[in-house]
């Protein structure tokens, strides 16, 4: 399956959430291959530091650029599972992902700003289910604070109702120190000594590729 980390907004937590899924499918033993279609290189960068780490069970890592259809494709039959994060904007890396993936996951924030640029995504996305119809996309609310709010769900069902292509993700990632701490040490939070951090990556893994006890 091709999975797509994209949105129209910067800093969501896309690369984050990309390479804490391509760790725990390395841990599970799924044959996993990261595409990196952001000039920033966050993706990349985290598979450098990594890889130097002969302990941590390896993940592949490609980076593309414009264009991506072809090569996602091409990858996706060549490894069990396909993760593709891109940059928080609007471009050809994005548009082109989300023709060739199966699911995509846009990270938010449950603020208002973050909604609002929400909306042009939806275009996109109907745009793309025109040439993609099976293309399945959800919202997942990312770095939500860690003292749970009663607002929190109110503000997801507002986003959904602005938002008609998109489901809402039954997983929060909040906002913990230790993915910035996992990042640096090319390690995903699965590999880390925190069980919350874990507890979600696990819990998002399991919605997107199931459970594999
Ligand atoms: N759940 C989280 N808790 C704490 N910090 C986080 C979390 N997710 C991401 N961050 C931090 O927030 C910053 C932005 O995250 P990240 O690079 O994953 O976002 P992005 O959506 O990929 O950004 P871009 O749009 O620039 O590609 C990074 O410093 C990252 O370490
Ligand atoms: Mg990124």
Not at 76 to 91: F, L, P, Q, T
Not at 98 to 105: D, T
Request: hydrophobic share 40%; proline share 4%.
């Amino acid at each position: 399956m091709i999975l797509l980390l994209g949105g129209e907004k910067g800093g969501t937590g896309k690369s984050t959430v990309a390479v804490n899924l391509a760790v725990w499918l390395a841990q599970v033993g799924a044959d996993v291959v990261l595409i990196d279609t952001d000039y920033q290189r966050t993706a990349s960068n985290f598979i450098d530091r990594r890889n130097a780490n002969s302990d941590l069970p390896r993940v592949h890592c490609v980076e593309k650029y414009g264009n991506v259809f072809d090569a996602a494709r091409d990858l996706s039959k060549r490894y069990g599972e396909v993760i593709i994060d891109a940059g928080g904007r609007d471009s050809e890396e994005l548009r082109t992902a989300l023709a060739s993936a199966h699911l995509l996951y846009c990270p938010l924030k449950a603020s208002q700003p973050d909604i609002e640029t929400s909306i042009h995504m939806n275009e996109l996305v109907k745009l793309a289910r025109a040439l993609n119809p099976p293309l399945q996309s959800r919202l997942l609310i990312a770095m939500g604070p860690t003292n749970p709010v009663i607002h929190e769900t109110d503000d997801a069902r507002e986003i959904l109702t602005e938002l008609p292509e998109f489901v809402l993700s039954d997983v929060i990632i909040r906002d913990r120190k230790v993915y910035r701490d996992a990042m640096l040490e090319g390690r995903g939070v699965v590999e880390m000594n925190n069980q919350k951090a874990a507890a979600e990556i696990t819990a998002l893994a399991h919605e997107i590729y199931g459970d594999p006890t």
